[in-house]
Nanobody, 121 residues
């Protein structure tokens, strides 16, 4: 059984930093792209940052130059370093992986349970 487990959310003041981590565990065949999404109250879930298996990254315009995504393929993990946080970054952040379990033929999306990030004075 494949799981994505996140850590690192919390409360931070505007201008502060947080680091989110996510590790995939279980019977993993292959992980393709990984990424972070977020969902604020009353809003749709949106892509924050993504990274391919080869390390190519993409970011939402709202977080460019503030957030950095990275991954460790050996550890099946992805990290989101968030700097210069703003109140509008407040949301539940979800880890996502396009992943093929060893018992399956095709890759499909897997999601973490979500971690709350609150940016407030």
């Amino acid at each position: 059984q494949v799981q994505l487990v996140e850590s690192g959310g919390g409360l931070v003041q505007p201008g502060g930093s947080l680091r989110l981590s996510c590790a995939a565990s279980g019977s993993i065949g292959r992980i393709n792209a990984m990424g972070w999404y977020r969902q604020a109250p009353g809003k749709e879930r949106e892509l924050v940052a993504g990274i391919s298996s080869g390390g190519i990254t993409n970011y939402a315009d709202s977080v460019k130059d503030r957030f950095t995504i990275s991954r460790d393929n050996a550890k099946n993990s992805v990290t989101l370093q968030m700097n210069s946080l703003k109140p509008e970054d407040t949301a539940v952040y979800y880890c996502n992986a396009d992943l093929r379990a060893s018992s399956e033929y095709f890759a499909r999306p897997f999601w973490g349970q979500g971690t709350q990030v609150t940016v407030s004075p």
